[in-house]
C-alpha cells in the first residue's frame, strides 16, 4: 500500500544484478505513475547499502552466478524485502532475480545455493543450449489478458513448487524450460523477459503499479506504445509460425 501517496520503487542491487537493461523497469513503472498524476521515486540499493521494509515495489534484474550469491548474501543480511513482501510489498524479479527468489538454484558449477524463499520454486542447469532468443507467451488469465514478449539468454531450468503459480504460458521460447515462463505467488512475481520486460509489457507493468496503489488505475493510451508492442508481438508469432512448419517436413 501506498505510503504518504509516494510510490516508493526500490532498485535492489542494480551494481550487480542490472546486466541486461533490466534497471529501465524502474523507470517505465515511474513514468506511467507521472503520466496519470500519481508521485513516484526510485530509492536505489546497491552493495553495502541497507534495505528498507517501507518501500511499495522491490525490483531486482539479472545477473551471472558470482552476482546471484553476492545478492543473496547481501538480502539475506538485510532483509528489508523480505520484511515488505510478507506484509504484501510487490516484488518483480528477471531472470537470475527471479532464481535467486526461490527456495534454492543451482549454478553451472553445480553447487546449489538457498534462496530468498519468497517463491516456491527450484532452478537447475538446463540443456546443454543456452535459452537465447525471442519469448512470447500468454500470461495467467487472473492477471491480466495482454500477450507478453520479451528476450531471454539463461541457461536455467525452473520448476514450480505447489504454492506458486506459472506467471505465463510459452508460445514461443523457452522459458522455465517446462511450458510455462516465469512465477508468481501473492504479489510478488518473476520471470525470464529481459526487454525491459516492464517496457514490452504496458499491462504487467500496471499490475504491479495497481497492486501498490491498492485501487484500479486509470487506462493510458499512447499510440506509439501501442503500436511498437504490436510490432513486437506480430514479429515473434512470425517466428512460432515458421517454427512449426519447419517441424511439420
Same mark, same amino acid.
Not at 139 to 163: I, R, V
Not at 189 to 212: K, Q, S
Given at each position: 500500500?501506498?505510503? #504518504?501517496? /509516494?510510490?516508493?520503487? *526500490?532498485?535492489? !542491487?542494480? +551494481? %550487480?544484478?542490472? =546486466?541486461? $537493461?533490466? @534497471?529501465?523497469? &524502474?523507470?517505465?513503472?515511474?513514468?506511467?505513475?507521472?503520466?496519470?498524476?500519481?508521485?513516484?521515486?526510485?530509492?536505489?540499493?546497491?552493495?553495502?547499502?541497507?534495505?528498507?521494509?517501507?518501500?511499495?515495489?522491490?525490483?531486482?534484474?539479472?545477473?551471472?552466478?558470482?552476482?546471484?550469491?553476492?545478492?543473496?548474501?547481501?538480502?539475506?543480511?538485510?532483509?528489508?524485502?523480505?520484511?515488505?513482501?510478507?506484509?504484501?510489498?510487490?516484488?518483480?524479479?528477471?531472470?537470475?532475480?527471479?532464481?535467486?527468489?526461490?527456495?534454492?538454484?543451482?549454478?553451472? #558449477?553445480? /553447487?546449489?545455493?538457498? *534462496?530468498?524463499? !519468497?517463491? +516456491? %520454486?527450484?532452478? =537447475?542447469? $538446463?540443456? @546443454?543450449?543456452? &535459452?537465447?532468443?525471442?519469448?512470447?507467451?500468454?500470461?495467467?488469465?487472473?492477471?491480466?489478458?495482454?500477450?507478453?514478449?520479451?528476450?531471454?539468454?539463461?541457461?536455467?531450468?525452473?520448476?514450480?513448487?505447489?504454492?506458486?503459480?506459472?506467471?505465463?504460458?510459452?508460445?514461443?521460447?523457452?522459458?522455465?524450460?517446462?511450458?510455462?515462463?516465469?512465477?508468481?505467488?501473492?504479489?510478488?512475481?518473476?520471470?525470464?523477459?529481459?526487454?525491459?520486460?516492464?517496457?514490452?509489457?504496458?499491462?504487467?507493468?500496471?499490475?504491479?503499479?495497481?497492486?501498490?496503489?491498492?485501487?484500479?488505475?486509470?487506462?493510458?493510451?499512447?499510440?506509439?506504445?501501442?503500436?511498437?508492442?504490436?510490432?513486437?508481438?506480430?514479429?515473434?508469432?512470425?517466428?512460432?509460425?515458421?517454427?512449426?512448419?519447419?517441424?511439420?517436413?
Amino acid at each position: 500500500m501506498v505510503h #504518504d501517496s /509516494v510510490v516508493r520503487i *526500490g532498485l535492489v !542491487l542494480p +551494481d %550487480v544484478l542490472g =546486466t541486461y $537493461g533490466d @534497471s529501465g523497469n &524502474a523507470t517505465v513503472l515511474l513514468k506511467r505513475l507521472e503520466w496519470r498524476g500519481i508521485r513516484g521515486e526510485v530509492v536505489q540499493l546497491g552493495v553495502g547499502d541497507p534495505v528498507p521494509n517501507s518501500l511499495d515495489i522491490y525490483l531486482l534484474g539479472g545477473g551471472e552466478d558470482r552476482a546471484q550469491t553476492l545478492a543473496v548474501s547481501h538480502l539475506t543480511e538485510h532483509p528489508g524485502m523480505q520484511q515488505a513482501a510478507a506484509n504484501g510489498a510487490v516484488v518483480m524479479a528477471v531472470c537470475a532475480g527471479l532464481q535467486i527468489l526461490g527456495e534454492d538454484f543451482t549454478g553451472s #558449477d553445480g /553447487v546449489t545455493h538457498g *534462496g530468498l524463499g !519468497l517463491l +516456491d %520454486v527450484r532452478t =537447475t542447469p $538446463g540443456s @546443454s543450449t543456452r &535459452a537465447v532468443g525471442e519469448l512470447l507467451t500468454l500470461p495467467d488469465k487472473e492477471l491480466f489478458a495482454d500477450p507478453m514478449t520479451g528476450f531471454e539468454n539463461h541457461q536455467g531450468h525452473t520448476q514450480l513448487g505447489a504454492s506458486a503459480r506459472p506467471l505465463s504460458r510459452v508460445v514461443y521460447g523457452t522459458g522455465n524450460g517446462e511450458g510455462h515462463d516465469g512465477a508468481y505467488q501473492g504479489h510478488v512475481l518473476g520471470t525470464y523477459m529481459h526487454g525491459p520486460v516492464l517496457a514490452r509489457n504496458p499491462a504487467f507493468a500496471d499490475l504491479m503499479l495497481t497492486w501498490a496503489v491498492g485501487s484500479p488505475l486509470a487506462p493510458i493510451d499512447i499510440p506509439a506504445i501501442s503500436q511498437l508492442r504490436n510490432e513486437r508481438r506480430r514479429a515473434v508469432q512470425q517466428m512460432a509460425n515458421r517454427r512449426k512448419r519447419l517441424l511439420r517436413f
